[in-house]
């Protein structure tokens, strides 16, 4: 232990910059795995659907209307930013959000989340990972 301490005394540069990668790799794992249990994959989504979660589509009307899936409710992403309780729904509630690519879903998500609704996730790479598994979409 004596070494030890001789040593970091010796290289306070060495002991500081491992010290920093070992707190950005910390950093780093935690935040990767929050966001582990806020994206789900199509086939996750498919089972909370049947469990009675609320889907709810972040993309524009348009987009919208040109493929949705079943029973997915249309409300925006800055709707969301502007109005939390923009879904009227309970709290208690599992949400599913989904967009096109993940992205807008995975911050919706966040915005509902930080605004109480503790059971929300997003769509893992969004739709375009539910048509690669081949799942449908209604227009």
Same mark, same amino acid.
């Given at each position: 232990?004596?070494?030890?301490?001789?040593?970091?005394?010796?290289?306070?540069?060495?002991?500081?910059?491992?010290?920093?990668?070992?707190?950005?790799?910390?950093?780093?794992?935690?935040?990767?795995?929050?966001?582990?249990?806020?994206?789900?994959?199509?086939?996750?989504?498919?089972?909370?659907?049947?469990?009675?979660?609320?889907?709810?589509?972040?993309?524009?009307?348009?987009?919208?209307?040109? !493929?949705?899936?079943? #029973?997915?409710?249309?409300?925006? =992403?800055?709707?969301?930013?502007?109005? $939390?309780? &923009?879904?009227? %729904?309970?709290?208690?509630?599992?949400?599913?959000?989904?967009?096109?690519? !993940?992205?807008?879903? #995975?911050?919706?998500?966040?915005? =509902?989340?930080?605004?109480?609704?503790? $059971?929300? &996730?997003?769509? %893992?790479?969004?739709?375009?990972?539910?048509?690669?598994?081949?799942?449908?979409?209604?227009?």
């Amino acid at each position: 232990m004596g070494q030890l301490a001789e040593f970091a005394g010796n290289h306070p540069y060495l002991v500081l910059g491992v010290l920093v990668s070992l707190a950005g790799v910390i950093f780093y794992e935690l935040r990767l795995n929050s966001q582990r249990f806020m994206q789900v994959s199509a086939a996750d989504a498919v089972r909370l659907i049947n469990k009675g979660a609320i889907i709810i589509d972040v993309r524009k009307p348009e987009e919208y209307k040109a !493929g949705h899936i079943v #029973n997915a409710r249309n409300i925006e =992403l800055n709707a969301i930013e502007a109005d $939390h309780d &923009v879904v009227k %729904k309970p709290k208690t509630k599992v949400l599913l959000t989904v967009c096109d690519n !993940g992205f807008s879903s #995975n911050r919706a998500a966040s915005v =509902l989340r930080r605004a109480g609704y503790e $059971h929300t &996730v997003s769509l %893992k790479a969004g739709l375009s990972a539910w048509r690669a598994d081949n799942l449908p979409l209604v227009k």
